[in-house]
């Protein structure tokens, strides 16, 4: 009798730092979404280690640069502690690529089945429920059959106030 074995380990850091540049990059920005005085939609860009109230709506942009096109690509996004998704319920789409956009409690993923060389930035929206000071883990994106090709970006901390 014949038996196999396999063994994944999975490592994360508070202080995870973002990959140095290669042919898959991605970068996480978070923006406050408010209206002005005239009722125009806008974004504020948030700076690590910023503070949010609950309630607010905070969209995240996560921005995928590569130097080549790449098929089957998987994107995960762990939520900050105290977040909720404003999609509830996972679909495919079209926006910027087509994608399925997989919602959990405690991440976004997304499945890409084609990426273009260049730029695509994939958005959704968050919102802070609870009060506290809340670590975020690191984005990650990977080719699905070409593991090695992948990067990450840095974790950081979010302060939720209540209001």
């Known amino acids: 009798m014949t038996d196999f074995a396999s063994l994944s380990v999975v490592y994360t850091s508070s202080n995870a730092q973002a990959s140095p540049d290669g042919p898959l990059m991605i970068k996480r920005e978070y923006f406050l979404r408010f209206t002005d005085e005239n009722n ?3 974004l504020r860009p948030l700076a ?9 709506e905070i969209e995240v942009h996560l921005t995928i640069n590569t130097t080549s096109a790449f098929e089957y690509v998987a994107v995960n996004d ?13 679909r495919w789409t079209r926006n910027p690529v087509s994608m399925y956009e997989e919602v959990r409690d405690a991440q976004t993923n997304f499945f890409v089945s084609w990426l273009p060389a260049g730029t695509v930035t994939l958005k959704y ?3 802070p429920t609870t009060s506290g000071v809340f670590h975020v883990l690191p984005a990650q994106v990977q080719s699905m059959y070409a ?7 840095a974790a950081g901390t979010f302060e939720v106030k209540s209001k």
Request: hydrophobic share 25%; no cysteine.
């Open 125 to 127: 929206v968050l919102r």
């Open 147 to 153: 593991p090695e090709f992948g990067s990450h970006t």
């Open 48 to 56: 690590e280690n910023s503070q949010v109230n609950a309630g607010d």
């Open 78 to 90: 762990p939520k900050p502690t105290g977040f909720e998704s404003e999609t509830l319920l996972s």
């Open 40 to 42: 125009t939609p806008k």
